[in-house]
């Protein structure tokens, strides 16, 4: 159970983190730049800006891809132009940059035990790091919680009457309540859904009218910001990437912009700079900071730049058309660009190949011999034979999807295995493809199967361009002619094939579905030579594991990643009519 559970994590998971990392430390870069850029702007775009760059680390780009792959028209097999090709590749490189070719030797020999407990040792880690991280939020907040529950509700006095000026200056349509706290807890918004004001029993005797008015009138911006609701989205970012120290900074940024546009916005409103700077440092020197960042109070950030920029009356500045600008530019890069990536993805649609169009003129279905030992899908004369095969590996071939490809269906279509023998209705050699087409409209007319397609996110094999470029030669054949591929279970003769064509045959050798990742849209003429995984040979002119002659015969490479890809339903099928 541990080799398997350390396998998929060391190849799987690990490069999926790794470049879900990467891009989300890019982006907070880039958020970081446009702070500088913005400096003299208004705090709350800053302050927007260290969101979104916290949480990307929640969104991966994939999933914006995935959306572009669902809004993509579902009909016909897709290649790229040229242009698009290229950028497609490109901005894929540049997306999953961790992602590497997993090359298998002819002898496989498995990993110790020992290597297997210390590739999932940093998963133990990152566990126990975010578990202790949020065991210390749930004690502060039980402690803030249990504050609250113990304060008493104040209806009337001159806190009251404040509180309800600036909540209607503020524009809140529902009023915030007012609890009396014994805690010498700092004034401050506690709860999300239904936030509740704390204030501490003694500091309105340290405080004139117009102290309270703009200590209330800050705390009001907190409610209509909804800051409570962003820092626990941040708290969540830091109890799963604790490990990355950009994200606590982010976190220390946000509180500082978050304050910062508070003030601004009390300003803004009215308020008298030499009063509301007294109100900020007499809270101080009454009460104690709150132990929990989202319980929003007055006195967080750094106290000595605030009151400066307070006093100095600074006014921000609005940002002007440029900067708007870059600020959409950067947004479309963030979004829209994986959303388009999706749309242009080059992965085949299932069955939705040219086929010829040739059908079976006559075919005999019959349950297959269970002393039969001869199986698989070949020709004899003219007659098309699928010979001993379950129906499962039938639908397979005909619709050119890998097993994990396959969804539904009932229990026969694996228990029952049947012997198909046709004649198409036209003369000469039959590609691989015209040969899908006919099983498929078999099994469509005789077995009366119905499917739909779902576009889902699985473990794939992605072709890729290797290290040095390409050695595939163009085709000299008629661009018209429909590719063939021949051979056997370890060399395959491929012409007339496009990426797309060798992604598609593939998928009947590896153990997961093949996406094309080249860019390339030309058709090539080559030959593949492998040793199968788990061969074992002394021969020294063995041909080498399928993952290093993907690079050394033909300059390509398979990476496993993970890719939205189209899987076929099962939504109906019976078993076959009488012949």
Same mark, same amino acid.
């Given at each position: 159970?541990?080799?398997?559970?350390?396998?998929?994590?060391?190849?799987?998971? @690990?490069? #999926?983190?790794?470049?879900?990392?990467?891009?989300?430390?890019?982006?907070?870069?880039?958020?970081?730049?446009?702070?500088?850029?913005?400096?003299?702007?208004?705090?709350?775009?800053?302050?927007?800006?260290?969101?979104?760059?916290?949480?990307?680390?929640?969104?991966?780009?994939?999933?914006?891809?995935?959306?572009?792959?669902?809004?993509?028209? &579902?009909?016909?097999?897709?290649?790229?132009?040229?242009?698009?090709?290229?950028?497609?590749?490109?901005?894929?490189?540049?997306?999953?940059?961790?992602?590497?070719?997993?090359?298998?030797?002819?002898?496989?020999?498995?990993?110790?035990?020992?290597?297997?407990?210390?590739?999932?040792?940093? /998963?133990?880690?990152?566990?126990?790091?975010?578990?202790?991280?949020?065991?210390?939020?749930?004690?502060?907040?039980?402690?803030?919680?249990?504050?609250?529950?113990? /304060?008493?509700?104040?209806?009337?006095?001159?806190?009251?009457?404040?509180?309800?000026?600036?909540?209607?200056?503020?524009?809140?349509?529902?009023?915030?309540?007012?609890?009396?706290?014994?805690?010498?807890?700092?004034?401050?918004?506690? +709860?999300?859904?239904?936030?509740?004001?704390?204030?501490?029993?003694?500091?309105?005797?340290?405080?004139?009218?117009?102290?309270?008015?703009?200590?209330?009138?800050?705390?009001?911006?907190?409610?209509?910001?909804?800051?409570?609701?962003?820092?626990?989205?941040?708290?969540?970012?830091?109890?799963?990437?604790?490990?990355?120290?950009?994200?606590?900074?982010?976190?220390?940024?946000?509180?500082?912009?978050?304050?910062?546009?508070?003030?601004?916005?009390?300003?803004?409103?009215?308020?008298?700079?030499?009063?509301?700077?007294?109100?900020?440092?007499?809270?101080?020197?009454?009460?104690?900071?709150?132990?929990?960042?989202?319980?929003?109070?007055?006195? +967080?950030?750094?106290?000595?730049?605030?009151?400066?920029?307070?006093?100095?009356?600074?006014?921000?500045?609005?940002?002007?058309?440029?900067?708007?600008?870059?600020?959409?530019?950067?947004?479309?890069?963030?979004? @829209?660009?994986?959303?388009?990536?999706?749309?242009?993805?080059?992965?085949?649609?299932?069955?939705?190949?040219?086929?010829?169009?040739?059908?079976?003129?006559?075919? &005999?279905?019959?349950?297959?011999?269970?002393?039969?030992?001869?199986?698989?899908?070949?020709?004899?004369?003219?007659?098309?034979?699928?010979?001993?095969?379950?129906? &499962?590996? #039938?639908?397979?071939?005909?619709?050119?999807?890998?097993?994990?490809?396959? *969804?539904?269906?009932?229990?026969?279509?694996?228990?029952?295995?049947?012997?198909?023998?046709?004649?198409?209705?036209?003369?000469?050699?039959?590609?691989?493809?015209?040969?899908?087409?006919?099983?498929?409209?078999?099994?469509?007319?005789?077995?009366?199967?119905?499917?739909?397609?779902?576009?889902?996110?699985?473990?794939?094999?992605?072709?890729?361009?290797?290290?040095?470029?390409?050695?595939?030669?163009?085709?000299?054949?008629?661009?018209?002619?429909?590719?063939?591929?021949?051979?056997?279970?370890?060399?395959?003769?491929?012409?007339?094939?496009?990426?797309?064509?060798?992604?598609?045959?593939?998928?009947?050798?590896?153990?997961?579905?093949? #996406?094309?990742?080249?860019?390339?849209?030309?058709?090539?003429?080559?030959?593949?030579?492998? &040793?199968?995984?788990? *061969?074992?040979?002394?021969?020294?002119?063995?041909?080498?594991?399928?993952?290093? /002659?993907?690079?050394?015969?033909? +300059?390509?490479?398979?990476?496993?990643?993970?890719?939205?890809?189209?899987?076929?339903?099962?939504?109906?099928?019976?078993?076959?009519?009488?012949?």
């Amino acid at each position: 159970m541990i080799p398997e559970l350390s396998s998929e994590f060391e190849h799987s998971v @690990v490069p #999926v983190l790794a470049n879900h990392l990467w891009q989300s430390t890019v982006v907070l870069c880039l958020a970081g730049l446009l702070t500088l850029a913005l400096r003299r702007n208004q705090a709350r775009v800053r302050y927007w800006l260290w969101m979104v760059a916290s949480v990307k680390f929640l969104v991966p780009f994939s999933l914006l891809i995935g959306l572009g792959s669902h809004l993509h028209m &579902t009909g016909g097999t897709r290649i790229l132009d040229g242009s698009r090709a290229g950028i497609y590749a490109v901005v894929n490189q540049a997306e999953q940059p961790f992602s590497k070719p997993i090359v298998v030797p002819p002898v496989i020999a498995r990993a110790s035990s020992r290597h297997d407990v210390l590739v999932l040792l940093p /998963a133990v880690i990152w566990l126990g790091g975010s578990l202790a991280i949020v065991l210390l939020w749930v004690v502060r907040w039980r402690r803030v919680a249990r504050v609250v529950r113990e /304060a008493v509700p104040v209806d009337g006095g001159r806190e009251v009457e404040a509180l309800r000026r600036v909540s209607s200056a503020a524009g809140l349509r529902r009023p915030v309540p007012l609890l009396c706290s014994q805690e010498r807890m700092e004034p401050g918004i506690f +709860g999300i859904g239904r936030p509740v004001l704390l204030w501490p029993a003694g500091i309105s005797e340290h405080l004139d009218d117009a102290h309270i008015e703009a200590i209330l009138a800050h705390e009001m911006q907190h409610v209509r910001r909804r800051d409570n609701l962003a820092a626990l989205l941040h708290m969540a970012v830091e109890a799963l990437f604790w490990f990355h120290p950009l994200v606590w900074l982010v976190g220390a940024r946000l509180v500082e912009e978050r304050e910062r546009a508070c003030d601004e916005d009390v300003l803004l409103a009215g308020g008298r700079p030499h009063v509301y700077a007294e109100s900020i440092l007499k809270t101080c020197q009454f009460c104690l900071e709150s132990p929990l960042r989202c319980v929003s109070g007055i006195t +967080g950030a750094d106290l000595k730049v605030r009151i400066a920029e307070i006093m100095a009356k600074r006014a921000a500045l609005k940002m002007g058309f440029g900067r708007k600008a870059l600020l959409a530019l950067a947004g479309g890069i963030a979004v @829209v660009a994986p959303v388009v990536l999706g749309q242009t993805n080059a992965s085949p649609n299932i069955g939705q190949a040219a086929d010829g169009n040739v059908n079976f003129e006559v075919a &005999t279905i019959r349950p297959a011999d269970p002393m039969d030992q001869e199986t698989g899908f070949k020709t004899r004369g003219r007659h098309v034979v699928v010979e001993n095969e379950p129906l &499962t590996n #039938v639908a397979i071939f005909a619709y050119g999807v890998h097993p994990k490809q396959l *969804v539904g269906g009932p229990s026969w279509m694996n228990d029952t295995r049947f012997t198909i023998d046709g004649i198409p209705d036209t003369e000469g050699q039959l590609s691989v493809r015209q040969m899908q087409g006919m099983v498929r409209r078999l099994l469509e007319d005789r077995f009366h199967l119905k499917t739909h397609k779902q576009r889902r996110e699985i473990p794939v094999y992605a072709i890729q361009i290797a290290k040095g470029g390409t050695k595939l030669a163009k085709s000299k054949s008629d661009p018209k002619e429909l590719p063939d591929q021949t051979g056997t279970r370890n060399y395959i003769n491929f012409r007339n094939n496009s990426m797309i064509d060798l992604a598609l045959g593939m998928q009947f050798i590896l153990d997961r579905p093949v #996406v094309d990742e080249t860019g390339l849209t030309d058709k090539y003429d080559f030959q593949l030579r492998w &040793t199968p995984d788990g *061969v074992q040979t002394t021969d020294p002119n063995a041909p080498p594991s399928i993952y290093t /002659a993907f690079q050394e015969q033909l +300059g390509l490479k398979l990476t496993p990643t993970r890719a939205y890809v189209d899987v076929l339903v099962i939504d109906q099928i019976e078993k076959p009519s009488e012949n």
